[in-house]
């Protein structure tokens, strides 16, 4: 009898240590994506501010496409409009391609939960890439062209003033890194500009945010993610080496590829070789000191500087231009009861 009773007392000790840390779990889960939360808000409104993306009367049409990226733009926009200081509106598009098996019914399932406006348009740009895209060639150039041209129009017909694409901080720098290697070009992924028929202003309000970030928040959001490979296209290797580069050198050097990002922001043209954007052939000396000029035979001061610490994110403030910019700290949130 005094064993049995024993045994239960130890089966009740082990289920209350079980659940004292279950519920720590939780409270650390909660905690840490609460911290995410606010950083992604954070660096979507900053990006907002920074490039001036959404103004006031705006009616933002939000390219949805059923990944990650651009669900997680889409919950954190609505979010935002909320509580923005400004009136803006917002329209979700999904462009279904009639790629052979695409779930119809989970997009629009989802975005009448989430009680936005949003259209369908179908477009059946799987069957004119299949006829026009000789057998084993990459579809995807072709396919993104159409899917471009078909946005743009819907952009119009919906009185849409923007559109917003889920681009983040990690697709940017890969592209320049991806146009530097096979384009020789320094050109990445603009945070906002003029589409190329003239009549559209794209903005990429993730700009600032990590992809690893969206992972997080679409688990955590649990939406119904789409998959990606159903036009059976390859995967663009290229694109998918340099992305594999640029995680490899994050995790061996953090804070690399926010400091590649920040540089994007931060250009000393008098120190590339662009003659277009600096005066080489007519530079002169002065005889007074110039605050941007080279100290020719100095060691490089910037060799053996640590990166900061991961998840430090250097905003580019319009007008900051040749400084260096204020880090903003995503890291280091202290920890305080208003976090819970
Ligand atoms: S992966 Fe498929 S759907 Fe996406 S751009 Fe390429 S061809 Fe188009």
């Keep these: 009898m005094t064993t049995e009773i024993l045994s239960s007392a130890t089966d009740i000790d082990s289920a209350a240590a079980e659940a004292i840390q279950a519920s720590e779990a939780a409270k650390k889960h909660s905690h840490e994506m609460n911290k995410l939360s606010k950083r992604l808000h954070r660096q979507v409104g900053q990006a907002i501010g920074d490039f001036n993306m959404i103004e006031d009367g705006d009616k933002v049409m939000v390219c949805v496409s059923g990944g990650k990226d651009s669900y997680s733009l889409l919950d954190i926009l609505i979010n935002l409009r909320d509580r923005a200081p400004i009136k803006f509106s917002i329209v979700a598009v999904n462009l279904d391609q009639k790629q052979p098996g695409f779930p119809e019914d989970i997009l629009p399932a989802y975005l009448k939960s989430r009680g936005v406006d949003f259209h369908i348009e179908e477009q059946d740009t799987y069957s004119i890439v299949k006829r026009l895209v000789p057998e084993g060639k990459t579809t995807c150039s072709l396919c993104s062209r159409l899917r471009r041209g078909i946005l743009y129009r819907v952009a119009g017909e919906l009185g849409a003033t923007k559109i917003a694409l889920g681009h983040h901080r990690d697709d940017i720098v890969t592209t320049l890194m991806l146009n530097m290697f096979f384009g020789s070009r320094m050109k990445g992924m603009p945070a906002k ?59 061996r050097f953090p804070g690399r590829v926010d400091n590649m990002f920040t540089a994007m922001g931060n250009i000393v043209t008098s120190h590339m070789m662009d003659r277009e954007l ?47 910019p204020a880090p903003v700290d995503d890291a280091g949130e202290a920890y305080s009861a208003a976090d819970d």
């Design 278 to 324: 600096f005066p080489f052939e007519t530079i002169k000396a002065t005889g007074a000191p110039v605050a941007d000029g080279d100290i020719a035979f100095d060691e490089d001061e910037q060799c053996g500087t640590p990166a900061p610490a991961t998840g430090v994110v250097n905003i580019i403030r319009p007008g900051a231009k040749g400084q260096v």
């Design 193 to 251: 500009l003029v589409s190329d028929d003239g009549k559209n202003v794209v903005i990429r309000p993730l700009a600032y945010v990590k992809e690893s970030d969206l992972e997080r928040w679409a688990e955590h959001r649990e939406f119904p993610i789409i998959p990606c490979n159903l036009c059976g296209s390859q995967p663009n290797l290229q694109r998918a080496t340099v992305k594999a580069m640029l995680q490899d050198w994050d995790k």
